[in-house]
């Protein structure tokens, strides 16, 4: 059923069992990187469940699939969405034996919206499942992730990466900049942009340019990756993502290359190396973390970005 899916065997071990022996929790929560599969893990979990052919649950053309999405500017969950879902959800299935609901970005929920599902959580119709997606677990209430029986994605190896990306007829390459995220080397082969991206990003770095120079580079950013969050806030999120990858990827790189300047574990071997003192590793990925929640939290990405970089001089 998973067979087609690229990594994450121990999960689809356990999906599998879980069917066989009709134990499967009814609600789920799907963590780990974005672009790891998760999506796609819980649709064909979906189509098994409602016994159905995969392309009307991957179009989201079946009458007892719904998927649920943060919504409007602010990329949250909304209260009135939701409480639909709970109806929804203790109404009887219009086709199939059951009912399945997805929650992306889990995270993006409120805690008034949260607190609205919580008793559906705990207690959901014996005949609906809720899997519940995120990228971002801890930035959820512990009352929702005690409801969930949470499984961990990791990322997927890159030889299996670029393998997909060959059958697509995309550049190999990118496997081994996407830190274990198909969705991400997709991205990156997809956009050229996102290169230019990554260029004018490290040159920042390496550069370390002092105030104004620094607010000016990183507003420009921000415009790169603000254009058109009204019509998809959820895209301009996954630019950011990729964004804070790159700055980890990067520092990771430079400390490689004090200790190992060739080695083959380099994610970008042609970058050079600079010759000021870097933080820990284990600094920046506490820095790096915290800017990401501040962004979360809809701080400006400019001002997230310069608090970290100004801690790292």
Known sequence: MFDSI?????IKSYLKKALQENQLPQTLLFSGPAGVGKALFAKTLAAHLLKSEFHRIEKENHPDFHVVRP?????????????????????????????????????????????AILKTLEEPALDATFILISSAPQEMLPTILSRC?????????????AELLEKRGLPQKYAKLCGGSVGRAVELATFPQ???????????????????????????????????KEEDPLRAHALAENLFSHILM??????????????????????????????SLQEVEKKLDQSRFAYHRNIKLSVCLANFLFEQK
């Open 6 to 10: 690229a990594g994450n065997a121990p």
């Open 149 to 161: 029986v949470q499984l961990s994605f990791q990322p997927v190896p890159e030889e299996s990466i």
């Open 194 to 228: 996102m290169e230019e991206q990554r260029t004018a990003l490290f040159r920042l770095l390496s550069a370390k340019p002092k105030y104004p120079e620094l607010s000016k580079q990183l507003e420009k950013f921000e415009e790169a990756i603000e254009e058109g």
């Open 250 to 279: 990067w520092y990771r790189d430079q400390h490689l290359k004090k200790l190992h300047p060739h080695s083959e574990s380099l994610f970008f071997p042609e970058e050079p190396a600079v010759d000021f003192t870097l933080p």
């Open 71 to 115: 919504e409007g500017k602010s990329g949250l969950f909304s209260i009135d969405t939701l409480r639909e879902m709970i109806g929804i959800g203790h109404s009887a299935p219009f086709e199939s034996i059951a009912k399945v609901f997805i929650l992306e970005d889990a995270e993006r929920m409120q805690p008034a919206a949260a607190n």
